[in-house]
């Protein structure tokens, strides 16, 4: 097995840590941090430095780069690794300061602010006894989430150019802005990427391949009544937050929903009230791994909706539902070799794994619904969008190892 650039790819991802990314929500551009493109701009220099083919930064701050295929045959898939460059805006972003743990001891890593990361609250760190963790100072997250996915790409370019020897077809490697606020694929252009199979390299810990995600609607519902001083109220006023408050209590309480439910299970979720005795608004989300209990939960919404306008004479409710996305599963249903293969490629190695589910969706949601299937690999990220955040180095070593035999059984598939 080819040996990887263990220090090189700590530097490098000890390199893209401290260059703070923080997405923002509230923002209306594109990416909606400017540093974004700063990191995408190192990246891209990187990429030109170690030979890359096809290097661009977009307008929109994406970075693409092509790997040539080293194979004879012309038909080898192209498959794309994508990881995303932006951090989270549930922890502070900036001013990382990486500290390098060699060979683990276990138990509690206390950090320079105070916090502590610990087993108990931290299963995993039991199996990471003597490997290489990256933390914080505790000030701030590290950012594991995704540059791990980001340096694992980098230095899986990087050994492919200098080692021939590794097949591999057209490699496209996507660096994306925004996913931590769900604009992860807005800008991707997939005609121009024409790849046949992608992943997202935005897992946590080894060997995990993603392979469901939720189906996923929002809803919106609009009460909309009739306002007036109170004190001329009678038989006048239509208050629109009694209809919405009888709306919310009628909504399942003991099932379906976030609080009650796990695994495989779905659920209507009210996560917004706004408004007024004129007006009042409730988002909602449904969620189901399977898409048609989409469908009976928007359903039961708008029975609620009709019982509660009939219990209100003169107060409208209005019920919106929208698609957001669809179980990853369904598409890559279409292209079983693009899980088929990566569980290969672990066996071929020798080495443990398991197929997931995330209640959740993910960049690779979208990507395969559009024609991409797209599911999502481990990188060795652990407790993120926190101040204790941490990455684990031999983690991202063995990824980057189980991509180049990856890379190598797609070379030899014909679609
Ligand atoms: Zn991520």
Redesign the pocket.
């Given at each position: 097995m080819i040996q990887i650039n263990r220090q090189r790819l700590l530097e490098r991802f000890l390199k893209y840590v401290q260059v703070g990314t923080t997405a923002n929500p509230k923002s209306d551009q594109y990416p909606s941090t400017e540093c974004q493109r700063d990191l995408g701009k190192i990246l891209a220099q990187e990429l030109v430095d170690m030979g890359a083919s096809d290097v661009r930064q977009d307008e929109h701050g994406l970075v693409y780069a092509t790997i040539p295929s080293n194979v004879k045959a012309d038909h080898a898939p192209v498959v794309a690794l994508l990881?995303?460059v932006d951090t989270?805006p549930d922890a502070p972003g900036h001013s990382v300061r990486p500290q390098v743990i060699e060979s683990y001891p276990g138990g509690n890593i206390p950090l320079e602010s105070g916090e502590v990361i610990t087993p108990d609250a931290c299963p995993d760190l039991k199996e990471l006894v003597g490997k290489t963790l990256i933390t914080t100072d505790g000030t701030t997250l590290l950012g594991g989430?995704?540059k791990a996915?980001v340096a694992i790409i980098a230095e899986l370019a990087q050994t492919l150019l200098e080692n021939p020897q590794l097949l591999h077809g057209d490699l496209k490697v996507v660096f994306t802005c925004d996913?931590?606020i769900g604009h992860?694929t807005d800008k991707i252009d997939l005609q121009a990427l024409a790849a046949d199979v992608a992943y997202?390299l935005?897992g946590g810990g080894e060997g995990i391949i993603d392979v469901e995600t939720f189906s996923a609607d929002g809803a919106t519902v609009k009460f909309i009544g009739d306002s007036i001083h109170p004190a001329i109220a009678k038989d006048r006023m239509i208050n629109a937050l009694r209809g919405a408050a009888d709306f919310i209590a009628a909504l399942p309480r003991e099932t379906d929903t976030p609080e009650t439910t796990a695994g495989r299970q779905g659920f209507i979720h009210a996560n917004t009230i706004v408004g007024q005795v004129a007006e009042v608004t409730v988002d909602l989300i449904l969620r189901s791994f399977d898409t048609d209990d989409l469908g009976g939960y928007a359903d039961q919404l708008r029975k609620i909706a009709a019982q509660v306008e009939s219990d209100w004479p003169g107060l409208k409710v209005v019920v919106e539902v929208r698609k957001q996305y669809r179980n990853l599963g369904e598409g890559l249903a279409n292209l079983p070799q693009s899980i088929d293969l990566a569980v290969k490629a672990f066996k071929n190695l020798g080495r443990p794994f398991k197929k997931e589910i995330i209640r959740g969706g993910?960049d690779g949601s979208v990507l395969t619904e559009k024609g991409l299937p797209t599911p999502n690999l481990s990188s060795g990220?652990h407790n993120?969008h926190s101040v204790r955040e941490f990455a684990c180095l031999d983690e991202m070593v063995a990824a980057t190892e189980h991509l180049v035999e990856l890379l190598k059984l797609w070379s030899d598939e014909r679609l």
């Open positions: 990881a995303h989270s989430d995704d996915g996913e931590e992860g997202t935005d993910t990220q993120i």
